[in-house]
Nanobody, 123 residues
Framework: QVHMVESGGGLVQAGESLRLSCVAS????????MAWFRQAEGKEREFVAA????????YYRDSVKDRFTISSDNAKNTAFLQMNDLKPEDTAVYYC????????????????WGQGTQVTVSS
């Protein structure tokens, strides 16, 4: 029904920036949320940020809320994650997903995932 294609990852040094993009193909409910997640090697997948497609409200985990900005282009079913002042601990595969339930997204325990995009931050 809906699948996500993430792009924009890469290799950067600490303190630099990246902007990730996520395009959702298929029909997206106009009251849903789009969200970013990440999974570091040997770690559980974790919630990073979400944006409401109906009102634009944003939500972040504490470790990124002063450095990352999530946004969306609803007409293009696209979400972005602007990541500034990147740190080595941000290194992970970053994934995007969409759901009507913010708690479901924050749990990071959804059934289906795309390929993700690798972000590597060197010190």
């Amino acid at each position: 029904q809906v699948h996500m294609v993430e792009s924009g990852g890469g290799l950067v040094q600490a303190g630099e920036s990246l902007r990730l993009s996520c395009v959702a193909s298929g029909r997206v409910h106009n009251r849903s949320f789009m969200a970013w997640f990440r999974q570091a090697e040997g770690k559980e997948r974790e919630f990073v940020a979400a944006v409401s497609l109906s009102g634009g409200s944003t939500y972040y985990r504490d470790s990124v809320k002063d450095r990352f900005t999530i946004s969306s282009d609803n007409a293009k079913n696209t979400a972005f994650l602007q990541m500034n002042d990147l740190k080595p601990e941000d290194t992970a595969v970053y994934y995007c997903n969409v759901d009507l339930s913010l708690p479901a997204l924050r749990s990071a325990k959804l059934r289906w995932w795309g390929q993700g995009t690798q972000v590597t931050v060197s010190s």
